[in-house]
């Protein structure tokens, strides 16, 4: 295989030499996968990313980290050196399914144990299909503090995607929060329970922009308007041509939505998914989603227009996030002459349903289901108080994490290193009330994991309930670790076993990685555990998977070859050898 630095992959020079070494002189094309190498130094550095001066986790100097660029089939291999000094770290590769590879997943407490301050781990992996998808730490809360980025893999040469563009672009859009993850974690794990609140600000591809003149008690430097760090991004497009914009979602907390002042969004790709195209004027996008839109820039060239990120799902004060959608030649820091767009209301659900509805696996590349499932596990989601913490459960058990990542624990046949007690697959359905405020006092913390039979089909139903607050539900978004899964369907109030299975599309079902489960609603999605190892399922909001929002599912773990010992070195290995 042929060996690319990636780290300088950006250079159009070296681009095409690089090509040039793959052209042969054969009348039959053939193409060979690559090897792309990234040494990768994380540090904390200090940052104005919406003009407040905070410290911030770094790739190489960069938050958002480095664009990951490959084609479908290449081999990705990341040196990565912990620099946070004080910090362990671990780095999850969000919609790679890691086939034969669970170890390097990046999930710290599942698949490995976390990258130690001063210590280098290398992951290397395969990105087998195209798409768009992230990466971001998952150690602690520190997805929040800056570590993420995006992953681009294209189809091989001489294949093209059901949709046609000209110019292909990135953006992640995120929240930010002034306060530090110690201290936000500190607050969670504390009685009393002490809320991060609303975020300060909204980000477009790192950038933002907070009212320095809002909070008197600023103390003097922290805050500077004018900061380089915090002009808003801007985005070039040539008038006329058509773009595909890849569109990637982080934030710790708020769903958003994104618009595009004066330009419709044809929605193509979800999660490394064709999807049957639709137009829409606000995306939706939910924590750990990925989308490809078509947008063509066709509007007057003579000015800018705004991109706007607005909060939705959520009372927030968090104002708009904001950066210039730039027809050359105009100055991409020259402002659009209108008032940015307010965008729906944050607490008008329909639309938002109505787009989770709309996403329908494009004509010709889908794949549909099994017909039905061989287990049933309903997941009620909850929130909780245990031993006086406040706590996120399912099906009243909430997940910690052991000392031992389960993939080891289950590898080595250290079983005792965590809850062989398996956790429910329902909750009591006929006497439970998804809209009071429940009492919930047999809610328990545990490590406990589903195990699932290898290569049968499992349907996994989402249900969502009040909190512990009157009248209150709240959205969550789901990631599933290793897998794609069809999306169902999506419903209002309590599942019925019985009925609403009768309602599933299993013709051109989307399959996704991340789903949203919607306020006071149910979500059906089903799987195929067909890919060895342990996987996370969790609520992708930072704070409520922090505080156990979360399972765990095994598959297949004895078809697992040898483990390699750099994963270990925590819990019950840490006298095993770790090169």
């Known amino acids: 295989m042929v060996e690319i630095f990636s780290q300088y992959e950006n250079s159009l020079t070296l681009k095409l030499l690089l090509l040039s070494l793959f052209v ?142 000209d110019y292909d672009r990135s953006i992640i859009l995120n929240d930010w929060y002034h306060q530090s993850t110690s201290e936000q974690a500190v607050g969670l794990s504390s009685k009393p329970f002490v809320w991060v609140e609303e975020p300060q600000s909204l980000l477009i591809q790192g950038r933002g922009k907070f009212d320095c003149t809002s909070s008197p008690s600023i103390g003097d430097g922290l805050c500077n308007a004018s900061s380089p760090d915090c002009s808003p991004y801007a985005m070039t497009v040539v008038p006329g041509k058509p773009y595909r914009l890849r569109i990637g979602r982080l934030p710790a907390l708020a769903a958003l939505r994104l618009e595009i002042e004066g330009h419709n969004m044809s929605v193509v790709e979800a999660d490394g998914h064709n999807v049957e195209p639709f137009v829409v004027k606000n995306l939706f996008i939910y924590s750990g989603e990925t989308y490809s839109v078509l947008i063509k820039a066709d509007q007057n060239p003579s000015r800018n227009y705004w991109m706007s990120s607005k909060v939705v799902s959520r009372n927030s004060t968090t104002p708009n996030g904001l950066a210039i959608f730039n027809y050359y030649p105009n100055h991409p820091r020259r402002n659009p002459p209108t008032v940015p767009p307010a965008g729906p209301l944050s607490n008008d659900l329909a639309p938002r349903v109505a787009q989770s509805n709309a996403i329908k696996s494009h004509q010709g590349y889908a794949l549909p289901p099994p017909l039905k499932p061989d287990r049933v596990i309903v997941l009620l989601n909850t929130q909780n108080e245990i031993n006086g913490y406040k706590r996120w459960s399912l099906n009243n058990v909430s997940l910690k994490f052991p000392h031992t990542p389960y993939v080891i624990a289950l590898g080595e046949k250290l079983l005792h290193s965590f809850d062989q007690t398996p956790p429910p697959d329902s909750y009591d359905v006929a006497n439970y009330d998804i809209y009071s405020i429940a009492n919930n006092t047999n809610a328990i913390a545990s490590n406990s994991i589903y195990r699932l039979q290898f290569n049968t089909i499992v349907d996994i139903i989402l249900q969502n309930a009040n909190t512990m607050t009157a009248d209150n539900s709240v959205t969550h978004p789901w990631h599933l670790h290793g897998h794609d899964f069809w999306v169902l369907g999506y419903g209002t109030g309590k599942f019925d076993v019985n009925s609403d299975p009768k309602k599933y599309n299993l013709v051109n079902p989307i399959m996704k990685n991340t789903v949203p489960l919607h306020p006071y609603g149910w979500t059906a999605l089903r799987i195929r555990a067909d890919n060895p190892g342990v996987w996370a399922f969790h609520c992708h909001i930072e704070y409520h998977f922090y505080m156990g929002m979360g399972v765990v599912f095994e598959e297949g773990i004895e078809r697992l070859g040898r483990l390699p010992s750099s994963v270990m070195g925590c819990g019950a290995t840490k006298a095993f050898h770790r090169p």
Not at 89 to 108: K, L, M, N, S
Not at 118 to 135: A, C, E, I
């Open 24 to 165: 042969f002189v054969t009348s039959v094309p053939s193409v060979e996968a690559r090897i792309r190498r990234y040494r990768w130094e994380v540090k904390y550095e200090y940052r104005s990313p919406d003009c407040y001066k905070k410290l911030v986790i770094t790739i190489n100097g960069r938050a958002p980290g480095p664009t990951i660029l490959a084609q479908q089939g290449d081999t990705i291999v990341v040196e990565l050196n912990n620099s946070l000094l004080t910090e362990n770290v671990a780095i999850h590769w969000h919609g790679i399914r890691q086939i034969g590879t669970p170890w390097f997943d990046g999930t710290e407490g599942v698949t490995q144990c976390p990258i130690l301050p001063g210590d280098t781990f290398t992951y290397k992996f395969v990105v087998d299909r195209p798409g768009t998808y992230l990466y971001h730490a998952h150690y602690g809360m520190q997805r929040q503090a800056g570590l993420y980025g995006s992953i681009r893999v294209a189809l091989p040469d001489g294949e093209a995607e059901p949709f046609s563009y």
